[in-house]
């Protein structure tokens, strides 16, 4: 991080501090200047030459007034597109091996999305050009004009629809979040859809489509070796037929997950393994590659899914009311969002970091 721009405002949105604090980032600058021609292709000009920057305190020097601005109780804390600045200011934190600062947010880009019906993320400059916005006094990247033109496009929402700043934030949820103390920058409303959607298992597919199969891969790396079970797979590189594993994502990740448990491996390509488990009668994309190695010589069980669940353990009870895998470390719970009444604040404070 290079800089923390922040702009301080009453309740009216009315500037009363406007400040760009400096700090030397002790790294190079990322400009996105990755192209071949970098004389054509500049990427992001600087607020500031270079030299200024890598003069400037480092972020330890700053930390305690920067938590101080955001973690200030009298004060709103809006960013815009949050996620970013509060990932890099984490990130700071984390490499001074600083706490955390955990705070409050509001996001005037969900904002915007959120009246205007957009579900994409919307530059901060188009937004400011459709709303009326002038721009044209400052400089873009430089962290405190950056913050102005976050609070002025929050003020043109307001004036739009005749309401305070505290209705618009009332009016549009998606805006609300937090950083939590372990960095994670969260945006409530969001975090509750993804709740639901986990807790919703009956809306899922139970197919091994993609998202399903990078849980299945999340849930057997979780997993490991169980010694209380007998270590019947040692050694065994374990597939199951494609048309089975495909249309029976939640079984395939039980069978999967024994074979793991018993010191074995799962594999999904024909020629990797040295167990193949015939569970339809449908045509198998792995099956070829398994018979092309065992005409190689490679010795390759062939075995069927009734035989094999009896190594495992599993009896039809179990395997037909399989769900979908916990993943071991993974927390589960409900997100409390709390309603109660907010004290009225004294101050707004729209503040970016430049990175």
Known sequence: MCSFGYVLTDRNLNV????????????IFHTGAWGKNREKDPGIEL????QVFKSSPKFPRHYE??????TDPDTEVIGFSHNNDAMFLAKACKRYSLDIISYKFYDVQEMYGEIYGKTNQVALNTIAEELGVDMSSMVLHRSDDDAL???LVAKALTEKLGISIEELIERTP??????TPDGRCIYYEKEARKLLRRLNGSRRSEKMNETNLREFWRYLRSLKPDESLEQNMKGKRVTLD??????????AALIAGEVVKRGGTYVRMGSAANVYV????????????????????KDVETVTLGEFMKRLGIDEERLSSADYPVISGEASGTIKISKRRRRRRKKTAAHSAAV
């Open 47 to 50: 607020g500031y030459p270079k």
């Open 16 to 27: 009363m501090e406007k400040e760009d604090i400096l700090m030397n980032p002790e790294a």
């Open 242 to 251: 494609s048309h089975y594993e495909f249309n029976n994502y939640k079984q």
């Open 65 to 70: 007034r920067i938590k101080a601005l955001i």
């Open 149 to 151: 033109a976050s609070m």
């Open 278 to 297: 015939v569970g339809s009668d449908k045509r198998c994309t792995r099956y070829p590659y398994i018979r092309r190695a065992a005409e190689a010589g």
């Open 174 to 179: 998606r805006c609300k979040g937090e950083v």
